[in-house]
């Protein structure tokens, strides 16, 4: 059974930082690319980072690049997405995806149920 399970949303302050984790089973984690997707009320969903099979890493959007970093550890079927100086614009449901192929978001592609980031005073 695949899953993948994130953690570590919640509250924070403008400014602050937050890590979340995505535990993944039940597939190959180490041949899928990963990524954090999210996504604002009214708003589409956004690539926020992706981390190659081979561990290159991309930030899509001028908006995080800077503040936010992706890494994955491939021994504990992990990836993480560490948040750094969060603007109230960040606030968002954030999603961890898996995607075997090279066309990603495609339709192979395996979803977590989301954390709730809330950036607010």
């Known amino acids: 059974q695949v899953q993948l399970v994130e953690s570590g949303g919640g509250l924070v302050q403008p400014g602050g930082s937050l890590r979340l984790s995505c535990a993944a089973s039940?597939?190959?984690?180490?041949?899928?690319?990963m990524s954090w997707y999210r996504q604002a009320p009214g708003k589409e969903r956004e690539l926020v980072a992706t981390?190659?099979?081979?561990?290159?890493?991309?930030d899509d959007a001028d908006s995080m690049k800077g503040r936010f970093t992706i890494s994955r550890d491939n021994a504990k079927n992990m990836v993480y997405l560490q948040m750094n100086s969060l603007k109230p614009e960040d606030t968002a449901v954030y999603y961890c995806?898996?995607?075997?192929?090279?066309?990603?978001?495609?339709?192979?592609?395996?979803w977590g149920q989301g954390t709730q980031v809330t950036v607010s005073s």
């Open positions: 995806n898996a995607c075997p192929t090279d066309v990603c978001p495609g339709e192979y592609d395996y």
């Open positions: 039940g597939f190959t984690f180490r041949t899928y690319h």
């Open positions: 981390i190659s099979t081979t561990g290159h890493t991309s």
